[in-house]
């Protein structure tokens, strides 16, 4: 699972469990199980939203990234549009996208 997920399995648009099960030829059950209880994550979207805040965050972090739309970097992530990257962004910082990249880029 870290494997798959390093590799930017997470990037991918409709990502859902059971294709990321698939993928991994294990039982959605036991992958659900896993992310839950070993990993203790709420549920899958959490897990899932987990790499792609990371990443966004190191992106909206960047200097040279600056000029890239916040658009952009969620497509590029696999969310289907800007609200829900908005709504998990600011669920696990706090913040907008927005405000994270100019907090982020006047600090530096």
Known sequence: LNEIMANGTYRETGLTIQSLAEKLATPEHRLRALINQKLGHRNFSSFLNGYRITEAKAKLADRALVDLPILTIAMDLGYNSLAPFNRSFRNETGMT????????IDQK
Do not use: E, L, Q, W
């Open 97 to 104: 996208p927005s405000d994270f990249r100019k907090r982020a």
